[in-house]
C-alpha cells in the first residue's frame, strides 16, 4: 500500500493512491448500487461511470433527502489565482452536470481573500481581478443564470462574516495543524480561513430560513475543509454538508495534479490559441514505445498516458469509443502522433466553442453575481 | 523590581508594576517636558496632571504633524460583553478631552466579533446587543456627533476585511503566541481578531485617500495589538499608530483591574440605581484603621484606598481639594465612612446626569453609527 503522499487543499505530493485515501480520509467509494440508484435521476455521467468521480460523504443521505421533497444546494469554488485550465473545468463540468439532473441551485464562491493570503506574489486587486476573470470560465460552461449564484468573498463578507466566526469559534489551532500540516509560521488569515470556505455550505439554509442539504462537488483534495466543517455543522444548527470528490486531473506531464504551479507549457488553458493547444497537446507524455516499430509489434501503454488520460476524464464520454482507443493502443493499432491529433482536434473544438461562449459571458457576467 | 504580573487585552494577573511595564513594553513616560508640551494645546486633564494616562507611544511625533497641520484621527473601542461601568468610562472621558481640545475625528470601534469568539457565553446576537447597549454609554459622554463615528466590526466588515487580511498575512501564529500568550487550544477566530483591531487605524487615511496619524487612547492592557499593528503598518502604506496608555482602574475591592469578571458587587455600573451605588460605595476597601479612634490617632493609608483611588482617577479634577483629602486622610482628620459619604455624593451625581444624557442617547444613537 502506498502511503508515502500527502493529500491537502494546500498541496499534493508523491504520487496518489486514490484508494489509500478514501481510507484516509474515511469516505465512502460511490459504488454500484449507488450509481445504479443516481442513474434513475438522470444519465450517469462518464465521470461517475469511469470513477474520475470516485468517493463521496453522505451522498445517498442526499439523495434521501431529495427523494422526500427536501431538494440539495449545489456549492464548489474556486481560487483565483490564474488562469483557468482544463483541470479547473473538470469538477465544474460535473456540477453543471448535477444542478441539470436535480435542477438545483448552485453557489459558487470566489475565494479572493484566500488566494491573496497563501501567495506572495498576489494583491488583493489581482485576485479580485483573476475571480471576474474566472467567472467567465464557469459561465461559459452554460450553469442556469436562475439557479446559479457566483460571488467574491470580499463582496458577500457582511452576509458570510457572522457565519465565519460562529464556525471559527469551534475550531481550535489544534485541528488545523491536524488537518492542513500548518504550524506556527503560518500567517493569522491562512490560519482562519477555512472558517470562510465553511460558510457557503449554509448560504442556502440562511436564506431560505430553515435547513437544506449542501451538497459539494470538488476535487478531493478539498476534502479536508469540509472534514473540518462537519465536525461543526449540527452545532450551528445545519447539515453537515454532503460530498462528491473528483480524482485530481494529470497534466499533460503524466499523473501529476494539475495547479496552478504545474508548468504552463503541460497545462491547457481555456484562453490558449490553436497553435498552442496543439503544441502542448503534440508534446505530451505518452504510453508510447521508444520507436514506431516497437510500438506496432508490442502496443502503448494507455495507463500511464496522458492523452488517454485527458480523452477518458474529460473529451471522450462515449464508453465504446474510449474501450476501442484503448484496445488500439495496447494493440499497436495506433501511434502515439494520430492519437495526439484526435485529441487535439477535440480539446480545440471544446475551446474554440468555450472561448466563444466565454466572449458571450462578458455581457452577462454581472447579472451572476450577488454582493452584500 | 516586581516582575510577577502579565497584562495582555486578554487578561491581567498579579500586581501590576506600571514602571516595570513601561520597560517590558517599550513605552515611553509621559513626562514633565511632554505634559507642558500639551499644556499649549489646552488645559491638562487630571489624568495626565495624575499619571493615570502616563505613557505612550510616538505622542510627540502625531503633535508635531498636527503643528505642521497634519491633523490626527482618534480611535478607541469597546469588547461589548456586558454593561458599563466607571473604568470602562475613564479612558473614553480622557478620549473626549482629546478630541475637545484637538477638535479631531474618533473612530469608536465597538468589536462584538471579538467578545463573541472569546466568551463561552456570549452569542453574536448578545455582543451586538451590548454594542448598541454600551454606545449609549459613549454617546452620553458627550462626543461631538459631526466627529465620531460608532461602528460593530459586524456591521462594517465589508469596509474592513481587506484591510484586515492585507494586516493578517503579514502576521504569523508565533507572533500571537509570543505577544497574547496564546497556545494551540485558541479558536482560530480568537488568533485571527487581532488583525480586526488593527484596521480603524487606517481608516481615516482609506478614507481621506492620504496618511493620517492616528493616536489611540486606550487602557495599557491593549498595548499588545497595537504593537502588532506598529510593525505592519509601513508596510501596508500607513503610518504606525501613536498611543497614549492609562493605568487600569481599580476596583472598589482594592487593586486590581476592573473588568467584566470583576464581580458586580465592587463595580458600579452606569446603569445602577442611588441605593445600589451607595451600598457599593459603602462597602468599598479603605486605608482605613481597624478602629475610629486608632485612626484619629495614626490617621488612614490614601495609597491603598480604593475611595482615594476614584477620586484621583475620575471624581476630584481639582488637585488642591484632592491634595486636602489625602492630607486629612493621613492626619486622622477624615474617616472612612465620611470619605466614602463624599465619594457616593459625587459618584451619584455624575451618574444622575450621566443616565438623563444616557437615555436622552437613544433619540441620536443611530445617527452616530456607521455601517458598510
Redesign the interface.
Known sequence: MNNEFVVTPYGVSGEVDYDVLIQRFGTKRIDEPLLKRISKYGPLHHMLRRQVFYSHRDLEWVLDEYDKGNRFALYTGRGPSGPIHLGHMMPWTFTKYLQDVFKVNLWFQLTD?EK??FYDHLT?EDTKKWGYENALDIIALGFDQKLTKIFLD??Y??TM??L???A???????T??AVFG????????S??F??IQTVPCFLESMEKGRKVPCLIPCGIDQDPHFRITRDVAEGLGYYKPALVHAKLMPSLAGAEKMSTSTKADTTIFTTDDKKTVKKKVMNAFTGGRVSVEEQRKLGGNPDICSVFQYQAYFFEPDDAKLAKLQADCRSGGIMCGECKTILFEKVWKFLEEHQRRREKAKDVVQEFFIR?
Open positions: 481573500d491573496f493570503m488583493l470580499t463582496e463578507i457582511k462574516y457572522p465565519a466566526i460562529r471559527a469559534k469551534k475550531i481550535n489551532f489544534s488545523i495543524k500548518f504550524d506556527n509560521s503560518n500567517n493569522i488569515g490560519i482562519f477555512t472558517s452584500d
